[in-house]
């Protein structure tokens, strides 16, 4: 089982609608999660950041975050073209010589105008 | 603040060829990473540092060094260059704020590398 994953999409919504992003990770030591967008061609840039249960509220962005269930999700509110991109799930996982990274594959988003 | 700076953007490399990938932050952070990003496999760390002086392996750290040359630079060295090293790699770095509260990593602009 892969640490963190994601679907790969591609997940095709309509301009105005919701988008839902879903990511499950194994590690329950996983102590904070992150939600990064990447344009084709360029580098991830941080979305947004959780690391108590609940939800997490950034303009149209919402992080919501399960650790019973192992569970991080993403949603998109009045999804606009230029939110078409990669977004990639990445939880920070203590280890003995620090802190990881562990990214999950990245869901490809279209906004459909 | 240039942020995370990378050189070269792009280059090839006939196999066995040895080079340098460069890395360079101004926002004074300890810890500094480097990916490599292949479709479908997302990103995957080759090496850490968490320290000047420290580095540690990651996930796929098989056919490349490091060195962390001083707080501001980090370098991946491919010594016999393979085809399967062909692939996007990033420079990343980030502040330590402790175990509890979480910390974001910037990303360099990449370095697309093709091994023929």
């Known amino acids: 089982q892969k640490e963190v994953e994601q679907n790969s999409g591609p997940l095709s919504v309509p301009e105005g609608a919701i988008a839902s992003l879903n990511c499950t990770y194994s590690d329950r030591g996983s102590q904070s999660f992150f939600w990064y967008r990447q344009y084709s061609g360029k580098s991830p840039e941080l979305i947004m950041f959780?690391?108590?249960?609940g939800d997490k509220e950034d303009g149209r962005f919402t992080a919501q975050l399960n650790k019973a269930s192992q569970y991080v999700s993403l949603l998109i509110r009045d999804s606009q073209p230029s939110d078409s991109a990669t977004y990639l799930c990445?939880?920070?996982?203590?280890?003995?010589?620090?802190?990881?990274?562990?990214f999950g594959p990245g869901t490809r988003l279209s906004v459909l105008p | 603040n240039a942020g995370v700076t990378q050189t070269p953007k792009f280059q090839v490399l006939k196999t066995g060829q040895s080079m340098t990938l460069q890395c360079a932050q101004d926002m004074n952070h300890n810890s500094m990473y480097w990916y490599r990003q292949d479709p479908g496999m997302g990103l995957r760390l080759i090496y850490y540092s968490a320290s000047e002086g420290t580095t540690d392996k990651g996930e796929v750290p098989n056919g490349y060094n490091v060195s962390r040359l001083n707080k501001r630079e980090f370098s991946l060295r491919l010594e016999s260059a393979a085809p399967s090293q062909t692939s996007v790699y990033f420079c990343?770095?980030?502040?330590?704020?402790?175990?509890?509260?979480?910390?974001?990593?910037?990303f360099g602009p990449g370095t697309r590398l093709t091994v023929t």
């Open positions: 959780i690391y108590s249960n």
């Open positions: 990445a939880v920070n996982i203590p280890r003995s010589y620090g802190q990881n990274f562990v």
């Open positions: 990343a770095s980030s502040e330590e704020r402790g175990m509890v509260v979480p910390y974001e990593q910037y």
